[in-house]
Structure formats: structure tokens, C-alpha cells
């Protein structure tokens, strides 16, 4: 299994950007799908992006999409989520996800690694 830590996550106001990244251990993520989740306080963890193992493709919420871009550097075992123009909304813990399957998936339980989070708080 694939150890994940996020980090990146701060507080900033709305209107403004962060750059989430996931650096990976213990193995090439290659050959995994990689994607963010968020639990925002007192709601359930939601999808908010995925990419596939070579980073052609990609999926997002319809909550993110247009302002957030999730890429990934093979080389360097890590992934990043780029987030601009933030809403108050958006304000959650976020985590890092792998799967060792092949196709992008939204769906929570099909992640097998999960990252401990990196918090985001964003003002208005």
C-alpha cells in the first residue's frame, strides 16, 4: 500500500489560491489513479478531482470545475491540486486518495490509501 501526506493547506481569502499537494512513499504511483476528496465541517467526504495514471485524464466536481486543476508528477511521486479563485465553500479538509484501479472513479470506497488531510479555510 502507497503512504500519502498532503500539505499545501492554509487559510486565505476568497478570491484567492492555494496548492494542495500529496507526496507519496513505498511505491511508484505510476500506476495508480490519484484524486482529492474534502470533508467540509459537519458533512460527509465528497469527490473533487481525479487523474489518471499518465495525467490525460482527468474528472472534477461540478463544484470545482473551471476553477481547480489536479495534476500529478510521476517522477517525483506527487500530485497536486491547484486551486483558484476560492469561495467560502470550499472550506474543508483535504485529502489525498490512490487506487490501483484503472479507471477514474468518484466513489469514496474504491480508494484504498488515504492521506491523514491538510486543512483549508477560506474567508469572505
Known amino acids: 500500500q502507497v503512504q500519502l501526506v498532503e500539505s499545501g493547506g492554509g487559510s486565505v481569502q476568497a478570491g484567492g489560491s492555494l496548492r494542495l499537494s500529496c507526496v507519496a512513499s513505498?511505491?511508484?504511483?505510476?500506476?495508480?489513479?490519484m484524486a482529492w476528496f474534502r470533508r467540509a465541517p459537519g458533512k460527509e467526504r465528497n469527490f473533487v478531482a481525479a487523474?489518471?495514471?499518465?495525467?490525460?485524464?482527468?474528472d472534477y466536481a461540478d463544484s470545482v470545475k473551471g476553477r481547480f486543476t489536479i495534476s500529478r508528477d510521476n517522477a517525483r511521486n506527487t500530485v497536486y491540486l491547484q486551486m483558484n479563485s476560492l469561495k467560502s465553500e470550499d472550506t474543508a479538509v483535504y485529502y489525498c486518495?490512490?487506487?490501483?484501479?484503472?479507471?477514474?472513479?468518484?466513489?469514496?470506497?474504491?480508494?484504498?490509501?488515504w492521506g491523514q488531510g491538510t486543512q483549508v479555510t477560506v474567508s469572505s
Open positions: 486518495a490512490a487506487t490501483t484501479l484503472r479507471l477514474l472513479d468518484t466513489t469514496e470506497n474504491r480508494y484504498n490509501s
Open positions: 487523474i489518471s495514471w499518465g495525467g490525460s485524464n482527468t
Open positions: 513505498g511505491r511508484t504511483i505510476s500506476t495508480y489513479v
